[in-house]
Structure formats: C-alpha cells, structure tokens
C-alpha cells in the first residue's frame, strides 16, 4: 500500500514508523502521574523537594536538548539522532523499572528528559521532511491526534497498573524501544526532496519575525490551556463533584485535542482566515464555562471547547513553523517553536499564583478567569490579524 506525500509517495511501514515517533512524545513525566500521591509511602526518606524534582527536571532538561537537536539536526544524520534519542529513551525507561531508590529514579526520569528532548523536535521533523502542501497539514493533524490518543491511552493503562506495583507504571517507558524498531524502517525510504516551487523554498534562511511571533503564540495559546491540567481536580473538589469525574474530563480534554487534527482540512475549509480566532474564541468560551458554572455537564463542556480550540491551533503552528525555513532548517525552526510548549509547561503554576498573589484571590476559579482574560485578547489580536502570516491563513491553506 503505497501512501500520498503530495511529492510522492511512501509505503505505509514508513507512515507508521513516523507516527510511532509521534506517539511516543506525550510520554516523559507520564508514568509518574498515577503515583506521585503514594511517593511518601513508596519512598519514606524522601523530600518534598526530590518528589517535585521527579516531575520537574525532565521537563527542564527537555528544553535545551530540542533546541540542541534542532541545531544539530543541520549538520548531522537527522536518522542518527532520532535512533540516539529513542534508545536513550528505552534504556532510561528499563532504568525507571528496576529502580530501588529515589535517587536512581530521579537521575533515570532526568536522563530520559535528554532522549526526549532528542526526539520531540524530530517527530514532527519528519513529517515535514516526507509530505508537502495540504498533506503535510493533515499529517500534521493526525500526528497531533495520535499524540493526544496516545497520552489519553497510557493515562489509563499507568493508573491501572499502578495499582498492581508502582514499578509497573515505567512500562509506559518502553514504547520508545518499538518506536526505535519501527523507525529503522526510515533508512530504507528517504524522503523525496521538497518541490521547488514550495513555499520552503522562498526562504534562503529562518524568518525570524515569523518564527519568535509563531514561538509566542504558541507559548500563550499551551498556556491558556494548561490550567485545564493543574487547576481542574481542584475546582470539582470545590463543587463536591468526584475525583474520579474530574479524571474523566481531563481524558476529555486530550480526546478534543485530538479530534481537530482528523479533520484539519475540512476546518479550515470552512473558516478560512478565521480559523485561529475562531479557535482562540472557542478556548475562550470553554474557559468562561469554567469560570463561572458549578454544573458538571457545562464544567465538561468546557474543558472539551477549551481542548477542541487549541487542537486546531497546534498543528497550523508548526506546519508555519516549516514554512518560514528552507527545507534543511525546518527541523531547527521547529525545534524553537517546540520549545515554548515546555516552558510553558514549566512557568504555568509561577505565572498563575503571582497574578493570583497579585490580585489577592484564593478562588479556585481564578486561574480559569484569568485565562479566559487572556484567550480573550487573542481572539481579538487573532482576529485584527487574520491576514498576517503567523496570526491568520492566507489562500495558500483553504484555496488549492
């Protein structure tokens, strides 16, 4: 079976070898989740400091290594460091398993923050190496999709297992290792060079007006977003309305983020130059249902607006992010722009409680208010600048 790239074709080995890359990028900090709670237990000796270490250190390592294999990514094998990324991966993940002592878990989840942060860059990287056009945007939006699956997936299966042996909740960490198999099957199918009349190849090098507007949209839009994770068990603990309600709408909110991506094409068929306004809009809303209903139905109904928004959001970011370099740099473009999601991971909770601390509120509806403040404004910025390149879509996207 032989599968359109829009400059070719690909055996369908090689499109799921580079969605099995895709899916494995959800996972760092996943296993953990399910038993931060029991850490104490597990671990009595241990530190609240070296708990919060477990969680935050493969997200600060993750940073620089995407930057690092963006830049190397220009010059080296970008097979070379996708193989080095996915084993360092595994072998951390084997490491996670069989480890006896805090210590050993907290260096095993940081060293697999370094393989993550080689393969992130790359997952999409691909992508945009073997499809062109309108098929690179609905390939993007499957690998956004898959992504989202993947996390809702290995969400439930490390909260099951968990229950079993907390060591069994590191299984998660060996998906890598079928990725590394899967992926070898790259060697034997190069991509076909980008057309010559593509887009990529305006450019002679990054733009970097594009790329630090396309890097700060991103960064706001995943932080918008973000308080969906952090704040929601908090805000249904407050209603009464169960903890394990309240896991179910956040499985929810990654399924909408997913859902766009099946469909990007047909979105922006519809809407246009509208579409990131329309999406930032619908965030908008979702977080505005949040704010200010203490119904579970509406409460979900809002998670699933805020997820579906940002959905659309995500994937149009970095296929721009592919246009705004020639061919040979897409990869490092992308990794900058890639970065913002994990900072934004990071600097989430510090920005909330300083505004929170700021405006002297222990509510736990102000997270959601503030960003619904925030979503707001980039529905109207989106909107006022529809027809610029990193804010709106052009006829390229919705007239071929």
């Known amino acids: 079976m032989k ?50 270490m477990l969680t935050s250190l493969p997200s600060l390592l993750i940073i620089p290594f995407v930057l690092l294999a963006g830049h190397l990514s220009t010059g080296r094998s970008k097979l070379a460091i996708l193989y080095e990324g996915l084993a360092i991966f595994t072998l951390c993940g ?7 002592s805090m210590t050993a878990l907290i260096i095993a989840s940081s060293i697999l923050g370094i393989g993550a942060g080689m393969i992130i860059p790359l997952s999409t990287g691909l992508v945009v190496d073997y499809f062109t056009g309108n098929v690179r945007v609905q390939q993007l939006g499957y690998s956004s999709a ?13 909260g ?50 594009h790329l630090w507007v396309l890097t700060a949209f991103y960064f706001v839009a995943t ?22 309600l309240a896991g179910i709408s956040i499985s929810l909110f990654f399924l909408a983020i997913m859902l766009p991506g099946l469909f990007l094409n047909r979105i922006i068929a519809v809407t246009r130059s509208y579409t990131n306004a329309l999406s930032a809009m619908v965030m908008t809303v ?40 020639p061919p040979k740099l897409a990869t490092k473009a992308l990794s900058v722009v890639m970065a913002a999601n994990y900072t934004a991971i990071i600097l989430c909770p510090f920005i909330i409680n300083a505004a929170r601390r700021l405006f002297a ?24 600048g529809r027809r610029d390149f990193a804010l709106g879509l052009d006829k390229s996207y919705y007239e071929k």
């Open 94 to 100: 084997v490491a996670c398993l069989l480890a006896k």
């Open 286 to 325: 979702g977080l505005l249902l949040l704010s200010i209903s203490k119904s579970p139905i509406l409460l979900i109904s809002g998670v699933i607006l805020t997820g579906l928004g940002y959905g659309v959001i995500q994937p149009l970011i970095y296929d721009k992010a592919a246009i705004i370099a």
């Open 146 to 158: 898959i992504n989202n699956l993947t996390l809702v997936a290995a969400t439930a299966l490390t």
């Open 361 to 384: 509120s222990h509510s736990e509806q102000f997270g959601f208010i503030l960003n619904a403040s925030v979503a707001a404004v980039v529905t109207l910025i989106a909107f006022i």
């Open 223 to 244: 932080y918008i977003t973000l308080v969906i994770t952090f704040d929601t068990a908090f805000l249904f603990e407050k209603y009464h309305i169960s903890q394990h």
């Open 3 to 52: 599968i359109n790239t829009g400059k070719g074709t690909i055996s369908l080995i090689t499109l799921i070898a580079i969605w099995s890359v895709s899916a494995v990028t959800s996972l760092p900090g996943l296993a953990v989740s399910p038993i931060l709670g029991d850490m104490n237990n597990i671990f009595p000796k241990a530190s609240d400091l070296e708990i919060q």
């Open 160 to 209: 099951y297992v968990a229950d079993i042996n907390w060591h069994l909740s590191f299984l998660v960490y060996l998906l890598p290792g079928v990725s590394l198999i899967l992926s070898l099957a790259l060697r034997r199918e190069t991509p076909t060079p980008e057309p010559k009349h593509s887009d990529q190849y305006k450019q002679t090098t990054i733009n970097r007006r």
